[in-house]
């Protein structure tokens, strides 16, 4: 146990690479809340994976910020002790907004485990101390450029290749890469954009091997994966769908997946994501670590949850390269193999470089103990 003093929060902005586009919208920089916890024995840090926009799902930076300024930070700093088994009953007047408590549980986490000299990877249980990097590609404007990013990036020796799908730019891409790639592991992204209407586009995709194929309908529709899962021989893999360990119950009692993305972001934060690992071990479904674009805070969260037994996919757990020159953190580098390192440092293992914080913060406020 112990007493939270201070909760800040940092809009913090970083440059991407290269623009990175999805059905939703089209990303050129990163901008997310980054939540440092001060309590009487340690700091802690948490990542806020909303965006700019509610695109991805109804979250966004604007709203998480107030979200968490004025309704989940105060109760925890009205608190006379934080354990981590408090934060469900401390934060449940809050209804949703599963990405804002993400941000604020996560550092109250780092910030126990810093004071217990253990690592979130320990702390989890997780046996690995390297994990599989896969890679998204954005949809790109023409066929040859996607081919290029996939040459990149197998070469730099991702093991498998996620593409992002929307109407009009699916089969006929995937086909391309497939024709060129025989062997690799390839999956697809649709990040909801279609229907039922749309089963041809599936049972085109059925065609070409692929590991499996990500959120193709409504987010809150499970009733139609189930559907669709029935009716294409791949596997459907849920990611908006799920934000809760019940949202995975329900999915696989009604058979709308055979796989499973846990983003600890979006089924609010690290101690939710275990439940969601462990009701999929249960039922023996594979499950992988997604991504949001996270800098070196989240990025370390990442590793150390895609470290645990029942992860046995490689994940979009890709290095700070990926997506930004310079990272928050120091960066994360993925080994030729195709691995990376799981951090072994205490908590989350890493923190962000105060000279590089400095410069990309946008806004800064601070909440003291009341
Ligand atoms: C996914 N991520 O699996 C997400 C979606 C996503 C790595 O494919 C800014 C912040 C832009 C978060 C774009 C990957 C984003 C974002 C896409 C998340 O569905
Ligand atoms: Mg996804």
């Known amino acids: 146990m112990s007493v939270v003093r201070n909760v800040e ?17 089209t990303s050129t920089a990163k901008e997310c809340i980054i939540v440092r916890v001060e309590t009487d024995e340690a700091e802690g840090w948490g990542e806020c994976v909303a965006d700019v926009e509610p695109g991805y799902s109804e979250e966004f930076n604007e709203g998480a910020w107030l979200v968490i300024r004025d309704h989940l930070a105060p109760a925890l700093l ?27 549980i996560d550092a109250v986490v780092d910030a126990r485990l810093r004071a217990d000299g253990v690592s979130m990877a320990q702390w989890l249980g997780a046996d690995r101390d390297r994990v599989a990097c896969g890679v998204s590609i954005g949809i790109t404007d023409t066929t040859e450029a996607l081919l290029e990013q996939v040459e990149g990036y197998l070469a730099e020796g991702y093991r498998r290749i996620k593409l992002k799908i929307e109407p ?56 139609r994966h189930a559907q669709l899962q029935r009716l294409v021989r791949t596997d459907l893999c849920l990611d908006e769908s799920i934000r809760s360990a019940a949202d995975a119950v329900a999915a696989l009692e009604l058979g709308s997946c055979r796989i499973v993305n846990i983003k600890q972001g979006r089924v609010g934060g690290i101690v939710e994501a275990r439940r969601v690992h462990d009701v999929c071990r249960a ?37 700070s390269a990926r997506y930004f020159l310079d990272d928050l953190t120091a960066p994360f580098v993925m080994a030729p193999d195709g691995t990376m390192a799981v951090p072994t440092g205490t908590g989350i293992g890493v923190a962000p470089r105060p000279d590089r914080l400095a410069e990309t913060t946008l806004r800064r406020e601070s909440l003291g103990k009341v």
């Open 283 to 319: 039922a023996g479904v594979p499950v992988w670590c997604g991504g949001m674009l996270e800098t070196g805070i989240g990025r370390a969260q990442n590793l150390a949850l895609a470290a645990m037994q029942g992860f046995t996919l490689p994940g979009d757990t890709s290095a």
């Open 168 to 223: 009009g730019i699916d089969a006929e891409r995937v086909g391309a890469v497939r024709a060129a790639h025989p062997d690799i592991a390839l999956s697809v992204d649709a990040n909801a954009a279609y229907t039922i209407e749309d089963l041809d586009v599936f049972r085109a995709l059925d065609a070409y091997d692929l590991l499996m194929i990500e959120q193709p309908l409504h987010h809150a529709d499970l009733v």
């Open 78 to 104: 009205r608190a006379d002790h934080v354990a981590i088994d408090d934060l469900d009953r401390l934060l449940g007047h809050v209804r949703g907004n599963p990405m804002a408590k993400a941000a604020l």
């Open 9 to 25: 929060l940092r809009l913090i902005g970083l440059p991407l690479v290269r623009p990175f586009r999805t059905s939703f919208g």
